[in-house]
């Protein structure tokens, strides 16, 4: 993974770039939904930790419905069209395995980015979603690439 040209982003994050820069993150049940557009060389990513804004406090990119569309309108806003944009969906593992289904955050993530990105007509090219382990990804924003590693609890507690 290349280190010095990375941003690195955290939960309720969103960051745009051009190529040769590379996003990184690193997903336990959180999602992260990667757009490229390739006519123009940028990307972006975001980092999300629940599924929706309940009304509650403030809406921060911290939740898929309010993050999801906001890294839709960024890129817009850097001359991107739905039409060109594609996406790479990560994450959405199932940190619990002793959880009942109203604790399935990974899963519920994960259907909110698929439904988001089915209503602006943005089609899902990738993803690696769901299962037991977290995830280390690298958005290479060359070509579009994302680099990724399978973590352990560990690498996730000491990163958060």
Request: hydrophobic fraction near 40%; charge should be positive; proline fraction near 3%.
């Amino acid at each position: 993974m290349i280190q010095g040209s990375s941003t690195f982003i955290h939960v309720g994050q969103i960051h745009i770039d051009h190529a040769p820069r590379a996003i990184s993150t690193v997903l336990g049940s959180c999602v992260a939904v990667c757009l490229y557009d390739c006519s123009l060389g940028i990307g972006g990513m975001n980092h999300y930790l629940l599924p929706f804004w309940n009304g509650n406090g403030l809406q921060t990119p911290k939740f898929g419905n309010i993050s999801i569309p906001k890294l839709i309108e960024q890129m817009i806003l850097r001359g991107a069209t739905s039409k060109t944009l594609e996406a790479k969906i990560f994450g959405g593992a199932s940190m619990n395995s002793m959880a009942g289904d109203s604790m399935m955050i990974g899963e519920k993530n994960i259907l909110v980015a698929k439904e988001i990105l089915k209503e602006y007509k943005i089609p899902i090219i990738a993803e690696d979603i769901g299962g037991q382990n977290g995830r280390k990804i690298q958005f290479n924003l060359d070509r579009g690439k994302v680099l990724m590693k399978y973590t352990t609890r560990i690498d996730l507690t000491q990163r958060g």
